[in-house]
């Protein structure tokens, strides 16, 4: 197993995971740092997820995300990746519009930004699909809660919780797989459903608020670490409470400053002797400068 998992993972390791039993490790990230770590820890996919637009940038929600902002947070994630297969989102509107626009974009996160794979929300749009795996351009689904279509969702996060409404997403799901992807994201899926419906598609499924019965899961990396220490979400497990770490290593610093205390001469550039510089001398030296 050590061995398999120092090899690079592509789509056909994780299609060749699903009938093993192996499960699927995937993570957001959106910068050098976050994804260099995520790829010492051995996750097998790192996710560039609009979710950038609440975590990392401050929008209200993900709907407000542009292909530049994904473009340059994958390319930072890129630099970084090594192993790990590194899927990207498509943000709202890059694959909606027209069939061109749909294939221009999924290529230049291939082609500009160094991802491996692209996702896309909801199942109305399986021509996209099917465009971009024809391009050349691996795809993975995402069913249940598709926060690009918050606005017309039924309320509440969970899908799919009617017997009709589990018939459709099970249609959407096998439609999906159909037309090309080679993996489909269950968010906030009844836990029974997503567990049969993982043993009846022939793709992995990842959850995410959809139970263990899913072939992976995915969490948001600010969830994970607990960076935001207010928010509490019923389907994250915080394994960190960074976010309150790094409040308090920030608060040290700086009350170390105002107390003088930091930096001390052990934090301080070597050079000159002290002998060699008085502050008549330092005088001089400026007022030299100045003529």
């Given amino acids: 197993m050590a061995s398999e998992r120092a090899q690079k993972v592509d ?3 994780l299609l060749g995971m699903k009938p093993r039993g192996d499960k699927i490790a995937m993570v957001t990230a959106y910068d050098y740092p976050t994804a260099r770590a995520a ?4 996750v097998d996919i ?18 407000s995300v542009t292909m530049d902002d994904m473009l340059h947070h994958t390319k930072a994630v890129a630099r970084a990746r090594a192993r790990a297969l590194l899927l990207v989102d498509m943000p709202f ?6 069939p061109e626009a749909t294939v221009r974009n999924g290529g230049r996160f291939l082609g500009e930004a160094g991802a491996d794979a692209v996702k896309l929300e909801g199942a109305k749009h399986l021509e996209a699909v099917e465009r971009l795996v024809s391009a050349g351009i691996p795809v993975v689904g995402h069913l249940g809660y598709t926060p690009q279509f918050t606005h017309v969702l039924a309320h509440g996060h969970v899908q799919a919780k009617t017997l009709p409404q589990a018939t459709q997403l099970c249609r959407d799901a096998q439609r999906l797989a159909e037309a090309g992807c080679f993996a489909v994201v269950l968010e906030y899926v009844p836990m029974r459903l997503a567990e ?3 043993q009846a598609l022939p793709i992995p ?9 899913c072939d992976g899961q995915v ?17 994250a497990k915080r394994y960190a409470e960074v976010g309150a770490q790094m409040e308090e290593a920030i608060r040290c610093y700086a009350d170390e400053v105002r107390a003088g205390a930091f930096p001390a001469a052990e934090h301080a550039a070597a050079g000159l002797e002290d002998e060699e510089l008085t502050l008549e001398r330092v005088r001089e030296m400026a007022a030299g400068a100045a003529e």
Wanted: hydrophobic residues 45%.
């Fill in 39 to 42: 790829e010492a820890a051995g």
């Fill in 196 to 198: 049969l419906l993982t």
């Fill in 219 to 235: 969490l948001v990396l600010a969830d994970l670490l607990g960076l935001e220490p207010e928010l509490h979400l019923k389907h």
């Fill in 93 to 98: 509107l890059s694959f909606q519009v027209s």
């Fill in 46 to 63: 790192i996710f560039v997820g609009d979710s950038l637009g609440n975590t990392i940038l401050g929008y209200a929600d993900s709907l």
């Fill in 205 to 213: 499924t990842i959850g995410i608020g959809s139970g263990p019965g």
């Fill in 11 to 13: 789509v056909d390791a």
